[in-house]
């Protein structure tokens, strides 16, 4: 999950500080979206409340975001897919809190969710690619229509195209920049997607930058986004689980 935040911070730079990209992925003044906090507090509500009735956990988010986007729903996904042990579980959760208004960003949330929690259970890229929801996730990624639209599950298709095309974490985000539309909804979705094989520490990087510790820039980079939640600032011990960290900026 943590990828995806990263993913965010990966756009601010490509955007606003591109001399520092490509040594870096992150800038020193990088800075989160909303998207983050969308993925943050889902994972947040439903690490402490797994079973919250669905207007409690809609009221939450309400709360923080006011009116829900197809964006939002995808985006929530991502948190959904780290949180269950099996992949029916990770269906229904989806099923129930991803909040979605459209047909499409229903799929869209399925095939990320499905996709993610696949990689992380160790699949392959081809393997994943075969999860199905009302057909596979294949034989959508082969139609122009959807490899080159402007909805949410264009987006996910995108993602998708950037992260099997890369072989690391970095290769991924430099893809991601290059698609068409939203490059910070482009590199989150790519980033959790890389992040469910790779982990986000593992960035190739040109001998010629010298960076010998990918991880150390990301967790710094992720420091400056806790500290720009307004919350106290902890420190992310490299074994440290993802959902123990996230308890502790609750």
Known sequence: MVGAFIGDLASWTWQNDKGNFYPYLISEAAHKTVY???????????????????????????????????????????????????????????????????????????????????????????????????????????????????????????????FYDAFDYGSTIHNAVKQQGNTTLNCILAGALADAMYGCENYYVKKQYKVEDIFAICITSMMRYIRSTEKNAYSLPKTMHWAMWINTIG
């Open 36 to 162: 983050s906090d969308v993925i943050l507090l889902t994972a947040q509500t439903l690490i402490n409340n797994p079973d919250i009735p669905l207007d409690q956990f809609g009221a939450t988010q309400e709360r923080a975001f006011g009116k829900n986007t197809a964006e939002y729903s995808v985006l929530r996904s991502i948190a959904i897919a780290w949180l269950y042990d099996s992949a029916e579980n990770t269906r229904e959760a989806v099923q129930k809190y991803i909040l979605h208004e459209e047909k499409e960003e229903w799929y869209a949330a399925h095939f990320l969710s499905q996709l993610i929690f696949s990689l992380r259970n160790g699949s392959t890229k081809n393997q994943a690619a075969q999860v199905e929801h009302l057909g596979t996730f294949r034989s959508f990624t082969k139609e122009e229509h959807w490899r080159t639209g402007d909805g949410t599950l264009s987006y996910v298709v995108r993602a998708w195209m950037s």
